[in-house]
């Protein structure tokens, strides 16, 4: 499985954006999508998950209402738009993807990366 996170860029804060992740390859169903960031010197750190149906969603407490996850899972791709930024948004964003129905909020518990888009907030 391969996965292309895209999407990202230079914006200011306040702005929106929407990342796309397309997965490839083998990609038998089903498989959960989720999203990850890592700022400069940090860990990398979950950020939203949505399940195989798409019917149940996860966010961590810093991203809640400000991003939203969802998938196509008829085109194998996963988005996170994100609204409002804050420089502390700025990472490099990681989509991940684990084989089964529900959500995934471990780093360990996927099973493919993809390579990262970076997403970078001026004040």
């Known amino acids: 499985v391969q996965l292309q996170a895209s999407g990202g860029g230079l914006v200011q804060a306040g702005a929106s954006l929407r990342l796309s992740c397309a997965a490839s390859?083998?990609?038998?169903?089903?498989?959960?999508m989720a999203w990850f960031r890592q700022g400069s010197g940090e860990e990398r750190e979950f950020v939203a998950a949505?399940?195989?149906?798409?019917?149940?969603?996860l966010y961590a407490d810093s991203v809640k209402g400000r991003f939203t996850i969802s998938r196509d899972s008829a085109k194998k791709m996963a988005y996170l738009q994100i609204n409002s930024l804050k420089p502390e948004d700025t990472a490099v964003y990681y989509c991940?993807?684990?084989?089964?129905?529900?959500?995934?909020?471990?780093?360990?518990?996927?099973?493919?990366w993809g390579q990262g888009t970076l997403v970078t907030v001026s004040s």
């Open positions: 390859g083998r990609t038998a169903s089903p498989y959960a």
């Open positions: 991940g993807y684990r084989i089964g129905y529900g959500v995934v909020e471990i780093e360990k518990d996927c099973d493919y």
């Open positions: 949505i399940s195989w149906s798409g019917g149940n969603t």
